[in-house]
């Protein structure tokens, strides 16, 4: 615990955390989840693995994703891109930016 009138350090448990609390205090938890936005997939001619990071959904009933693409400099418009073991998962980039 820091004390920044006294400028000292306390080591205490989380146990000890109402302690510190007033009256008018309140504590929020969060208890949102990360989707699994990393995938690993391979490039449809060479097999090159690559790496998408999904960002944001940009239209569901397109299923049109904002992503990051490592490494990036192998994808072109029109690269087909397949995911998992069946490789039922296809994705193909349609635009890019730098």
């Not at 949102?32 to 001619?45: C, H, I, Q, S």
């Not at 490592?70 to 890019?96: C, H, Q, W």
């Amino acid at each position: 615990v820091l004390n920044r009138k006294d400028q000292t350090i306390e080591h205490k448990q989380f146990k000890d955390l109402i302690d510190y609390f007033e009256p008018q205090d309140v504590m929020v938890l969060n208890n949102t989840k990360v989707f699994p936005a990393r995938l690993f997939g391979n490039k449809e001619k060479t097999g090159a693995r690559i790496e998408v990071f999904l960002l944001r959904e940009l239209n569901a009933e397109t299923r049109l994703w904002d992503v990051l693409v490592d490494p990036a400099r192998k994808i072109r418009i029109g690269n087909k891109l397949y995911f998992g073991e069946d490789e039922s998962l296809v994705a193909e980039v349609i635009d890019n930016t730098t």
